[in-house]
């Protein structure tokens, strides 16, 4: 690969970062809960509709408060998508509980709905549904089948703060929610995250959770009178600091969204007519969801096709890079049973899937770039290009093609 000039990722500045970050120490508490922290809450609660919002140190660890929070006990069963982050399951499988891995649907590549109650026994506890790229989930039916078994639902919304499902802001549904404000994600900090807390009953344990297992929240607010050990509980809480910076950043949110929104539709138009061309898929946004542009993604015909384009944007300074091993493939996911075949879709999409760079300050001229990178490939596994192939070596004797016009996949 040649010296990368178009990363795959960037974090957006948007420039108050420094002005609210230095305004943070200036007030003297850069510790967590300060008035960055509140106004981020604030943000995010309107942005959700949820009952309660607490920033956290990660999405990860949001996660971990909502497994804690539903009591999750060893022996327990969560129903995760094998297409996904590690986290979705680590956080659970850390109080013991075992993944159960749901395959994708071919079409958004989140978990597929349909097979949920096929998974479902008497321990399963949660649904843990991950609206990948931020296109959501089916969310009515997944929370009808919660609802009618029992089951608790938390949304992995690391990808999609801002989308909406039929109307309804995605982190809305679950009992619980989590974001990620990862230097990869649409907004972010560096490193931090949100749980969303739609059923306000979990509130107050998840304050005390969060402040080590302490009340210092109803402590503060004077509705107790100690601050004393109460429960179990870590150290969820971020820096005032890195609120600050946060902040900054949702209160651009629409200017980061618009200009995600354009990258991502001049991405979807300028390659549609190449990829039908070459058997390569597209994102698939279903009619109910609002996506909220967090990644642009293109199916290859095989793994060698996307292996081999990777390489071709390596070749002219662009990263593109490939995502998820499906968990129930990995080391620790064949520990719980998980074997080749499980989940067929996911498996087979995993391999073939590649993320374009897509960042707030990808300019248009190096989009331009990655777009001619892109549509001077030629898949080897297209029917189009097999075909070809086949003509070529029918004719091979009499035929003057230069070798040159020979597609391969390489070049
Ligand atoms: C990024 C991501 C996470 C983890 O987020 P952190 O804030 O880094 O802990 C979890 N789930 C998904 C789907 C993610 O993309």
């Keep these: 690969m040649s010296e990368i000039q178009i990363p795959f990722n960037k974090p957006a500045l948007l420039g108050h970062e420094f002005d609210y970050v230095r305004e943070a120490i200036e007030r003297g508490k850069i510790s967590g809960d300060g008035h960055f922290t509140k106004l981020c809450q604030e943000t995010l609660k309107n942005a959700t509709g949820a009952a309660s919002v607490l920033l956290t140190t990660s999405c990860t660890h949001a996660l971990e408060m909502a497994a804690l929070l539903l009591d999750i006990q060893p022996g327990d069963e969560v129903i995760v998508p094998s297409f996904t982050f590690v986290s979705t399951a680590n956080a659970f499988v ?21 097979q949920i109650e096929a998974l479902m026994t008497p321990r399963t506890k949660v649904i843990v549904p991950v609206h990948y790229a931020g296109v959501g989930c089916a969310m009515d039916r997944i929370i009808d089948i919660a609802n009618s078994r029992g089951v608790h639902v938390v949304e992995d919304n690391a ?54 297992g302490t009340n210092r929240a109803s402590f503060f607010r004077g509705q107790v009178d100690k601050y004393t050990w109460v429960d179990v509980g870590s150290s969820y809480v971020p820096s005032d600091i890195l609120a600050a910076f946060l902040h900054a950043q949702l209160e651009a949110a629409e200017q980061i969204q618009a200009t995600r929104r354009a990258i991502w539709l001049r991405y979807s138009h300028e390659l549609a007519d190449w990829a039908a061309g070459f058997d390569v898929r597209l994102p698939i946004i279903p009619a109910e969801c609002e996506q909220a542009y967090h990644m642009f993604y293109l199916l290859l015909p095989t793994l060698e096709d996307r292996q081999a384009l990777i390489h071709h944007l390596g070749e002219v300074g662009i990263m593109a890079v490939f995502h998820y091993v499906p968990l129930h493939l990995t080391p620790r996911g064949q520990k719980f049973g998980g074997r080749q075949g499980d989940c067929p879709v996911a498996e087979a999409l995993s391999d073939r899937l590649v993320r374009l760079p897509f960042y707030f300050n990808l300019s248009e001229g190096d989009q331009a770039r990655v777009i001619e990178a892109v549509r001077s490939f030629r898949p080897a596994g297209s029917k189009q290009i097999r075909n070809l192939q086949r003509s070529l070596a029918e004719q091979a004797p009499l035929c003057e093609t230069a070798p040159d016009r020979l597609p391969t996949s390489h070049r």
């Design 94 to 114: 850390l109080r013991g509980a075992r993944p159960v891995f749901i395959d994708s649907r071919p079409d958004t590549l989140n978990l597929d709905e349909n």
């Design 159 to 212: 990808h999609g703060l801002f989308g909406r499902f039929r109307d309804r802001a995605l982190g809305s549904f679950g009992n619980l929610a989590a974001q990620s404000f990862h230097e990869t994600k649409n907004i972010s900090c560096g490193e931090g995250g949100a749980l969303v807390i739609n059923d306000l009953r979990l509130n107050t344990r998840a304050e005390i959770l969060r402040e080590k």
